[in-house]
């Protein structure tokens, strides 16, 4: 995807930017294709998993063709995570005591959050990449022991004097390194820098603190 500049838009009109438009719409097509897949499938294993006594039922998903036939429902649960609803998950009566549902309500409840927490998962996921998509391809990275440190508290959101507080080294030099960090990673703003880390293997955020990886023996401090 070509890279949008503040100063291309002086003089440009809307048609300049078809292509650029055109791109992102792809893009999120394809996204909205890989989760709504995604999607289709977790259901599918819910029903398999649970021998058919709960099912989930995503938004916009249509319930009559959620099922092939008619689904009976003892108690239903919302699946979502954090401030995101995703849908929800229909228990079904226990054929021995149709008061009762299928599933232990505190199974059933665990089930939804999971199902909620992978779906916001996989949906971080493809945002991430989403946004990686406009970064430019990088050869494997090489950084210091000092640039990974560096590194790694910008990717935690540790501002430069924290940087330089936490490292004991003064503001300036944190700034050195970080300007070449950014031409390592191959972005213009330190914004990117996670994205790029991320994109490299250098980052990710179930990393506990400290492991910043490296893809290749680094040399240096």
């Known amino acids: 995807m070509q890279a949008l500049k503040s100063s291309d838009t002086t003089g440009s009109s809307l048609e300049d930017f078809t292509q650029l438009i055109v791109d992102l719409l792809s893009l999120g097509q394809t996204?909205?294709?890989?989760?709504?897949?995604?999607?289709?499938?977790?259901c599918q294993q819910i029903m398999r998993a649970t021998q058919g006594n709960a099912r989930l039922l995503l938004l916009g998903q249509d319930s009559s063709a959620a099922s092939p036939a008619s689904f009976?429902?003892?108690?239903?649960?919302?699946?979502?995570?954090?401030?995101?609803t995703y849908g929800r998950l229909d228990i079904a009566p226990d054929p021995e005591h149709p008061g009762s549902p299928a599933l232990p309500l505190p199974v059933a409840q665990l089930?939804?959050?999971?199902?909620?927490?992978?779906?916001?998962?996989?949906?971080?996921?493809?945002?991430?990449?989403?946004?990686?998509?406009?970064?430019?391809?990088?050869?494997a990275v090489q950084l210091?022991?000092?640039?990974?440190?560096?590194?790694?508290?910008?990717?935690?959101?540790?501002?430069?004097?924290?940087?330089?507080?936490?490292?004991?080294?003064?503001?300036?030099?944190?700034?050195?390194?970080?300007?070449?960090?950014?031409?390592k990673l191959g972005v213009h703003s330190e914004r990117d820098i996670p994205l790029a880390a991320y994109r490299a293997g250098l980052f990710s955020i179930l990393d506990e603190p400290g492991t910043v990886s490296s893809v290749l023996p680094m040399g240096g401090t």
């Not at 009976?72 to 995101?84: A, G, K, T, Y």
């Not at 089930?111 to 391809?137: D, K, V």
């Not at 990717?155 to 944190?174: E, N």
Request: aromatic share 6%; hydrophobic share 35%.
């Open 31 to 42: 996204l909205y294709q890989q989760l709504h897949q995604v999607g289709e499938d977790l």
């Open 111 to 139: 089930l939804a959050h999971t199902c909620g927490s992978l779906l916001y998962t996989l949906e971080l996921t493809a945002f991430i990449e989403g946004q990686c998509q406009r970064l430019e391809r990088q050869d």
């Open 144 to 183: 210091t022991k000092r640039e990974r440190e560096v590194l790694e508290l910008i990717c935690r959101g540790c501002s430069q004097q924290a940087i330089a507080t936490q490292l004991s080294i003064a503001p300036a030099t944190v700034d050195t390194h970080r300007k070449r960090i950014c031409e």
């Open 72 to 84: 009976p429902i003892s108690v239903s649960f919302p699946v979502q995570f954090r401030h995101r």
